[in-house]
């Protein structure tokens, strides 16, 4: 294991529904991001979270919508998601943001959208 | 663009052979690398990183990479393969012009067989 936890594992929602994924990293680390992963697609960083301030957000839809409430915790909330954002939900935490600071991923969030 | 590409969607190499998974990329300034693997129904696990020194970097299960400035390369390796290699591998760079950002190529497979 990794040291960082994704619940829940799966999760189906139609359109109009409110749910949030959410990571727990046991490192004590201080960056904690939010990737995507789609079959026959390169992984895509979604959010970057450093002493839980966002430091990055890649151009996401707002019905994608993150909260780091401490270092250890990062939620990912949705909402009226769409069916092309069925994906692999990735956490990932790292030491601090910088160059030479591997990252330790979760087992992911698989998503269905209905 | 800067980026970092794997030319292979999937290799195939018999156990006990040496295997390679190849990694090139596109970038200006000097790369920090990696190589991640993940395996079915799991998160990216780390393996090992370039960031200076040694071109030869050797990291987890066995599993080296050779960083060639000349041929922007940073391919993975492994001398014997065993079939528990099986798994999809990705290379990664990161850039301080991008922020830290760190940019995956799409994966290759890796298929070991007995």
């Known amino acids: 294991e990794t040291g960082v936890t994704q619940t829940p594992r799966h999760l189906v929602m139609g359109m109009t529904n409110k749910k949030s994924l959410k990571c727990e990293q046991h490192?004590?680390?201080?960056?904690m991001y939010w990737y995507k992963q789609s079959a026959k697609k390169p992984l895509e960083l979604m959010f970057v979270?450093?002493?839980?301030?966002?430091?990055e957000n890649n151009s996401v839809p707002s019905r994608f919508s993150p909260e780091c409430p401490n270092s250890s915790h990062l939620f990912l909330h949705l909402h009226t998601l769409q069916p092309e954002d069925s994906a692999l939900y990735l956490c990932?935490?790292?030491?601090?943001?910088?160059?030479?600071?591997?990252?330790?991923f979760g087992p992911g969030t698989r998503l269905t959208v209905l | 663009a800067q980026s970092v590409a794997q030319p292979e969607d999937q290799v195939n190499v018999a156990e006990g052979n040496p295997l390679t998974v190849k990694c090139t990329y596109s970038?200006?300034?000097?790369?920090?690398l990696f190589w991640y693997v993940q395996y079915p129904n799991r998160g990216l696990q780390f393996l090992l990183k370039?960031?200076?020194?040694?071109?030869l970097v050797k990291g987890s299960y066995g599993f080296e990479a050779e960083f060639n400035k000349s041929q922007t390369s940073f391919h993975l390796k492994k001398p014997s393969a065993l079939v528990s290699d099986s798994a999809l591998y990705f290379c990664?760079?990161?850039?301080?012009?991008?922020?830290?950002?760190?940019?995956f190529g799409a994966g290759t497979i890796l298929r070991v067989k007995s």
């Open positions: 990664a760079v990161r850039l301080m012009e991008y922020g830290n950002k760190l940019v």
């Open positions: 490192l004590g680390h201080n960056a």
């Open positions: 970038v200006s300034g000097n790369p920090y």
């Open positions: 979270y450093s002493l839980e301030e966002r430091v």
């Open positions: 990932a935490s790292s030491q601090g943001p910088g160059r030479a600071d591997e990252q330790f």
């Open positions: 370039y960031i200076t020194g040694d071109n």
